[in-house]
């Protein structure tokens, strides 16, 4: 779900791509606090492996494909902030090294699936957690993956209606239900994904950001 | 948000490296081995530039990118051709986003 160049009107790639850039200079801003010094390898993991996920289309019914996005799947691992700054990096690389995205279109890319995508997600995970009392987090995890995807096309299909490419219901509901159905793969990818590499947070202290609070001490438990 | 005090109860990301080890493995994998056979059809929003026939919009603003459509120039073998530039790709955006993080977040005290 990368916009191309020329699918945005001037009006709209303009305004996005100063949006775009502001949304990011943000979300590297809130990284700082967001993502404790431990977690850096593992984020940075985690974008190349959500960038060669990306190139992995799998078919869907009716001669389309699908592909995996990752923004809620960095979003439950690293935070919202976060997810939209390794989002924002991938963006870029597809766009400059493979012309996969539009340049013009980069800041409409960052502001729908680095920002919505990431936020939806984390919001849609925190929500079902606390709906579920932490149970039932493979339910959590699809459910926001299937949101977060879902929203991320439903944001594209409205700067393509402002720009005027398609009547505003047709694009709309395209893409909404394209996407309902490619979000179940999201959603399965991700659910894998989060509870493999999530665990209770009493284990070592190498790994977790509780080394910000106080409990500094090396292979103790944290307070 | 994420990284809070350890109450328990709280998920955050494994310290097991094994697993992190794995999905390395597995992003090198997927970029260089699995790319080549990635579907080709069109995904979500190129069906659905299709189907509503805006598709003709899409204007190539200079093409300067030296890998476009995920192929590097110049090898005779088309899933060579794809599966070197995931391997590049993934490769690139671990080291950029490690040294960017690294420089962002600070280290404590």
Redesign the interface.
Known sequence: ???????LCTEVWTATSVAGAAAAACA?RR??T????P???????????I???Q?????ID??????FLGSALAAI????W?AA??MT??LI????????G???ALGANILCTAVIGSFAGYGVYKAALRLMK?RL?AVASFAAAWVSIVAA?CG??LL?ALSG???PG??LG??FG??AL?GIGEGLITTA?AL?????????A????????G??VRGG??? | ????????????????RR??AA??V???A??GL??PW????????E???E????VG?????P?F??????EVAGIPWEAARTGL??L???????????S???A?????R
């Open positions: 779900m990368h916009i191309p160049d020329g699918y590297l990284t700082r967001e993502l404790s010094r977690q850096v390898p593992a984020a940075a993991l985690t974008g190349a492996f960038f060669a996920a190139m992995l289309n799998f078919p009716g001669g389309t494909s699908g592909h691992l690293f935070g919202p976060t700054a390794i990096a991938v690389l597809q766009s400059v090294l493979f012309h996969d539009g340049i013009t932490g987090r096309a594209v299909a393509l490419a398609a009547a047709a694009v395209a893409m394209w996407h490619i994904a493999c590499l999530t665990e209770r947070g009493t284990m070592r190498r790994s977790d950001g509780s080394f910000r609070d409990a500094r438990a944290p307070a | 948000m994420s990284g809070g005090p350890g109450r328990s109860g709280e998920y955050r990301i494994t310290g097991n697993k992190w999905l390395a597995l992003t090198l997927a970029a699995l790319s990635a579907s080709d059809r069109p995904d979500g929003l069906r659905v530039a189907d509503l026939g805006f919009r899409e204007a190539a603003v093409a990118s030296p890998m476009p459509d995920y530039a995931g590049i790709g993934a490769v690139v955006l671990g080291v950029v986003l490690w960017m993080l690294r962002l977040v600070k280290k404590e």
